[in-house]
Structures are given as structure tokens and as C-alpha cells.
């Protein structure tokens, strides 16, 4: 009995944190489109793909710092280090297990323990960079939503940041709540006062 009941229950948390998954995956999408809308900028879209919407919230990011003067590059600089730390972890198995291949084919049938112990050390050096890559695109996506919500509510910009760091659905909530504003959008876009 007690194991079904451990089956259930982690079961019900598997469950749980795919809805809170998709359910912060829609609702960052929404609140990310409309503010990239709303600055007329054509990659909107971007905001319903993976990895793009990462290159979305740098792009938003860059717009202010255009309007302030500033020429970053943050939504390339993004994409790059979140990409990187995948490709890092897959060319480091690769090598590793080319290595041990070659050094078990030219022992003999049996390895080379130099050549297996460099290929292993070569893949924790790899799963390292890969990992500090994807710390820096994360630290960068929480720079950048940081500029947003400076720019976009700047009276509650430290309050929703320390909220979506903590709070799962924090972030998703915190950029809803922002997307109604309309500070920061060009007067070019801002909508058209209708008469009284």
C-alpha cells in the first residue's frame, strides 16, 4: 500500500509540473507577443517558439536600449550561450566515446587507461563550459527581463524580478501583469486617444 501510494504521489508531482510547465510556457508567450507588438517589432511570433522566445526577451531588451542610446546585442548574445552548452555536452560524448573506441582498438581489446582517463576528463570539462553556458543564459534572460520590467513598470521592476526568481509562474505572471503598459513604446505606436 504505501508503495502505491509513493507511486501516486510522485506521479501527481510529475503531473503537476508539466501543467505549471505549459501553463508558464503559455502565458510568458502571450505576455511576450503583446509587448513585442505593441513595440512593433516583427518577431513578435517568436514568443511561441523555444529557444526563439529566449532570443525575444533579449530583442525586447535591446529595443530599450536603442531608445536610451545604447547598442547591445543581447538576444544573439542569448541564444548563442543557451545553444552553446547543448553542443558542448554532445560533442564531449562523442569524443569521449570515439576515444575509448580508439584506445580500446589500439590496446588490443583491452583500453588504454591514459587514454580513457584524458577522454573522461575531457568530458567533464566539456559538461563544465556546457554548464556554465547555461548559467550565462540564464543569468542573461533574468538581466534582460530585469530591463523590461525596469522599463515597462519601473516602480515595481525589483519587486517582479525577486518574483520570478522565487515564485514558480512568477515570471509568466509578472510580464502579464506588465504587458498593458505602454511606457516604453514609441508615440509613433502608442494607440490613438479617442474623443469624449
Excluded at 500500500?1 to 510568458?28: E, K, R, T
Aim: proline share 4%.
Amino acid at each position: 500500500f504505501v508503495g502505491l501510494l509513493v507511486i501516486a504521489l510522485y506521479i501527481a508531482v510529475i503531473f503537476s509540473a508539466f501543467v505549471i510547465g505549459i501553463v508558464n510556457y503559455i502565458l510568458q508567450a502571450i505576455a511576450l507577443f503583446s509587448i513585442a507588438r505593441k513595440r512593433g517589432m516583427g518577431s513578435a511570433w517568436c514568443a511561441w517558439l523555444p529557444i526563439c522566445n529566449t532570443y525575444l526577451v533579449g530583442a525586447i531588451s535591446d529595443f530599450h536600449d536603442r531608445q536610451r542610446g545604447l547598442n547591445r546585442h543581447w538576444g544573439k548574445t542569448l541564444v548563442i550561450s543557451l545553444l552553446f552548452g547543448p553542443v558542448m555536452l554532445i560533442v564531449g560524448y562523442l569524443l569521449t566515446l570515439f576515444t575509448i573506441l580508439f584506445a580500446v582498438a589500439l590496446g588490443g581489446g583491452e583500453p588504454n587507461v591514459l587514454v580513457v582517463v584524458i577522454a573522461i576528463i575531457f568530458l567533464y570539462a566539456c559538461i563544465f563550459v556546457g554548464a556554465m553556458f547555461a548559467a550565462v543564459a540564464q543569468f542573461g534572460t533574468y538581466i534582460c527581463l530585469y530591463k523590461i520590467f525596469d522599463v515597462i513598470v519601473p516602480e515595481k521592476a525589483v519587486k517582479y524580478i525577486i518574483i520570478s526568481l522565487v515564485i514558480p509562474l512568477g515570471c509568466a505572471i509578472c510580464l502579464m501583469c506588465a504587458r498593458k503598459s505602454l511606457i516604453g513604446v514609441p508615440e509613433e505606436l502608442l494607440p490613438a486617444e479617442e474623443p469624449d
